[in-house]
């Protein structure tokens, strides 16, 4: 872990940072949670656009007002959640979304234009004295990055032409992609000098941890009633078939696989067990191997196939994922021999039906019928549940498959083992 003291220290030195990593590496969410830092709530000059200090006051309203009113003028609390403005940058933000325009209608009114309180403040003044922060900063057109660039360096905003000195008190922060921060290059130069911290976001170095993020941002399904229960094997395959994704040479690594990806396909898995239990009238919503391919919708839309290689399409890609998954995660669960007894039934003539529809009890056959199943599935779940039960029997049976032990077949949205 390099990127929590780098922050800390460029936090400590007062620096603006830029952000640079693949989607989906919490870039946005860390810029978010640095308001966690600020002090809880600050008095600022009641009904200033750009939150004014009533100390030192620099929009001229607050000026205007403070000669008049002296220590009568009102002041108002700003709570920390309040001190952040964010914006994603797309090449049609103005200059008026982010720095300021004048107003028409104050112009109207029979302002000149060089007058400040024609001003219509942007987002930027208007997180004056907090934290504003532009996902995406290389997607922002040049003329804007310019002036993003001398409200940092010059605390200076132009507006229509008009320097207007503005002091501003605001902490910048922005993510790029470092790729297209490299070969498109459309950070401009001085801009890009002018972020004081660059640091660099990553995925997930350990599988653990991203079971760990998995669970603590996936959306949790009403259940009305129901448990469920997640057997580890199947948080493990999850989690690995992101990994797998991460290194796979069919996939872009350019814009990288999204932790999102892990996240959204643990809910889908979750998904499917929920509508069996609700079909069957099952107590337990434990997903098994065959709810993996409910998880493809939710992984697909977030890979991006490497064009030019081989020609392959999206569904296979994801399917040889799972499977390449399954068996990193079998194999570290056991070794095929242990399961000799199990392989031999097979040989011997048994056969096993599964599928995402079939009721668990009916699963409970195979722990009787097959000579240690019982034990294998104890090594994994509480064999006492019969959905539990059910789901491991899965995981053991298409382990052996993909250990080319048992032949699979297809049949009617049904698994033949063999
Ligand atoms: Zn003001």
Known sequence: MTVIPQIENALIAGQDIIFLGERGQAKSRIMRQLINLLDERVPVIKGCEINDNPFTPICRRCRDLIAQNGENTEIDWLERGQRFGEKLATPDVTMGDLIGDVDPIRVAEGRYLSDEL????????????????INELPDLAEKIQVALFNVMEERDMQIKGFPVRLPLDVMIVASANPEDYTSRGRIITPLKDRFDAQIKTHYPKDRSIEIEIMEQEARHLPLNGLKSIVPLFIKEILAEMTLQARNSPDISQHSGVSCRATIRSYEAILGSALRRC????????VPRITDIEATFPSIAGKLELEYGGKDRKEGEVVEELA???????????????????????????????????????????????IPGLKDAVKSLVNVECHAEAASAIEFILEGLHLSNKLNKESLNGKFVYK
Do not use: M
Not at 329 to 345: C, G, M, R, T, V
């Open 278 to 285: 609700l079909e069957l009238g099952e107590k337990k919503v």
């Open 118 to 133: 024609t001003i219509h403040y942007g987002l930027i003044p208007r997180t004056n004295r907090g934290i504003f922060a």
């Open 323 to 369: 499977r390449r998954a399954t068996k990193v995660i079998f194999d570290e669960q056991f070794k095929a021999d242990e399961l000799s007894s199990i392989i031999n039934s097979f040989n011997n003539g048994i056969g096993a039906v599964v599928s995402q529809s079939i009721p668990s009890a009916e699963y409970l056959d195979g722990l009787k019928n």
